[in-house]
């Protein structure tokens, strides 16, 4: 059986501020994490459209990140190792897909929708009843949950941080209950990786790896706020092609070659 979780992610923002707030926090955070052959390579990002959810904007990325998996994952992977990220956002819908060509039993899917509550909806991207019976949901408090200790930065904790230009946070206990604006992102993700003997295996670390990319990067978000709070659509946009061309370069100039095919 497939593992599927719910994950529900509260921000004291409005569902329209997280529209820049995300792509910024994308942007910022993807180019962070570029370094020693390790990161985020786009692709290919360009508008696209949807009979159902209207014009939207499609990314393909090549996600590096052989040295961060773990060693009875590493036994199994080439050396040039990286996952293909595809997206398609509709906001304040999106898709993402993840597949490997060197692991062809390896796919995730993300299913995200932001709405203005505190995670309430119960099935706000209308899963199927068989899906309902069998996801799992998990609630993510970005104050008081903290990522890997090699990425804690007390400046970026919603535990003390303020923001100087909306005047929102610290985060205190019951912040979600009880702070404004707030907004939920609900993220079902569906990891398959059908390989007998290592199913469970993969598969639970698959939605760990992502629950923690979750967690850092909407702490991020909120402690980023006073650097994006006021752009435009056009100012983020502008702002994350500049990133995606420096994690591009910063990439290519520390990546191995990819071995010759036959």
Same mark, same amino acid.
């Given at each position: ?14 569902? #329209?501020?997280?529209? *820049? ?20 390579? *786009? ?71 932001? #709405? ?78 059908? *390989? ?67």
């Amino acid at each position: 059986m497939v593992l599927i979780k719910e994950y529900r992610i509260c921000m004291p923002l409005t569902v #329209e501020e997280y529209k *820049v707030g995300q792509l910024y926090m994308i942007a910022r955070h993807s180019l962070e994490q570029s370094d020693d052959g390790e990161g985020v390579e *786009v692709i290919e990002n360009k508008e696209c459209y949807d009979p159902d959810h209207g014009k939207g904007q499609y990314t393909e990325k090549r996600i590096h990140l052989s040295s961060r998996l773990p060693y009875w994952l590493q036994a199994i992977c080439p050396k040039v190792f990286y996952v293909i990220e595809k997206g398609w956002n509709y906001y304040p819908y999106t898709v993402t897909d993840y597949t490997c060509s060197f692991i062809p039993k390896l796919h995730i899917r993300i299913l995200t929708r932001f #709405e203005d509550n505190a995670g309430t909806s119960e099935n706000c991207l209308n899963l199927p009843e068989e899906t309902l019976k069998t996801r799992i949901i998990d609630s993510v408090d970005i104050a008081f949950e903290e990522p890997a200790e090699k990425h804690y930065k007390r400046e970026e904790d919603p535990k003390f941080f303020k923001s100087q230009v909306t005047g929102r946070g610290p985060l205190v206990e019951g912040w979600r209950e009880t702070d404004k604006p707030m907004m939920c992102s609900y993220k079902v993700v569906e990891a398959s990786f059908e *390989v007998w003997g290592l199913q469970t295996r993969v598969e639970d670390f698959i939605q760990k790896c992502i629950r923690d990319v979750l967690l850092l990067g909407h702490r991020q978000a909120f402690a980023w706020i006073d650097e994006w709070h006021g752009m435009s659509i056009d100012d983020v946009r502008s702002y994350e092609k500049d990133k995606q061309m420096e994690a591009n370069d910063k990439l290519r100039q520390t990546l191995p070659e990819a071995p010759a095919e036959n």
